[in-house]
Every structure is written in C-alpha cells, then in structure tokens.
Nanobody, 119 residues
Framework: VQLQASGGGLVQAGGSLRLSCAASGHIFSIPTMSWYRQAPGMQREFVATATAGGSANYADSVKGRFTISRDNAKNTVYLQMNSLKPEDSAVYYC??????????????WGQGTLVTVSS
C-alpha cells in the first residue's frame, strides 16, 4: 500500500491550499485517514482525521479553518486549509489505517508535502 500526498506549496497568510492524499495497492478498506504535520525542530502533531463513515476530528489549532474530507471510492483524503497562518507552515503527512484483508490492518504514511505560509 502506498500513500501519495500532493498539493503543498507557498501561500500568503490568509490564503488557502487543498492537500490530497491517494492510497493505492491491495486495499480491503480504510477505516481512518488522517493528516499530521511537522514543523522544523518540532515533533509531528495531529491535524485532522476522518473515518470512512464520515466522522471527523480536528486539532484545536485548526478547528474552523481546516476541513478534512474523503472520497472513499477513490481511497483519497483531502485537507482544505483556509485562513492560513505562518504557524501552519510545516511538512504535512497523510496517514491511513488500512485493512488489507478482513483480519489484517496496518498503518501507512505518505511521503509528506511542504506547506509554507508567508507573513
């Protein structure tokens, strides 16, 4: 299973970006898909998660500004980021809890996509 993230870039404060992450490979189902981020010198932190059933949770720092969504048919998760702040600058990673069969489930990580917000 591979996760391919895209959509990062340079944006001014107050702007928007949309990240995408597509999972491919031998996939039975994907119960959860999530986004994390890691700024230079900082630990990786949780941003948002979405279940296959449509539930979503967010870090307090992004609530009201970021929206996570999924296209289950495409095994893809999105992160719409609005009202971006310089402190949102980081490498964003997607993660997925992938069920490869009825009995086996593994965690996978994408390669990361860089988001830079200028002030």
């Amino acid at each position: 299973v591979q996760l391919q993230a895209s959509g990062g870039g340079l944006v001014q404060a107050g702007g928007s970006l949309r990240l995408s992450c597509a999972a491919s490979g031998h996939i039975f189902s994907i119960p959860t898909m999530s986004w994390y981020r890691q700024a230079p010198g900082m630990q990786r932190e949780f941003v948002a998660t979405a279940t296959a059933g449509g539930s979503a949770n967010y870090a307090d720092s992004v609530k009201g500004r970021f929206t996570i969504s999924r296209d289950n048919a495409k095994n893809t998760v999105y992160l719409q980021m609005n009202s971006l702040k310089p402190e949102d600058s980081a490498v964003y990673y997607c993660a997925a809890d992938v069920r490869v069969s009825r009995n086996y489930e593994y965690d996978y990580w994408g390669q990361g996509t860089l988001v830079t917000v200028s002030s």
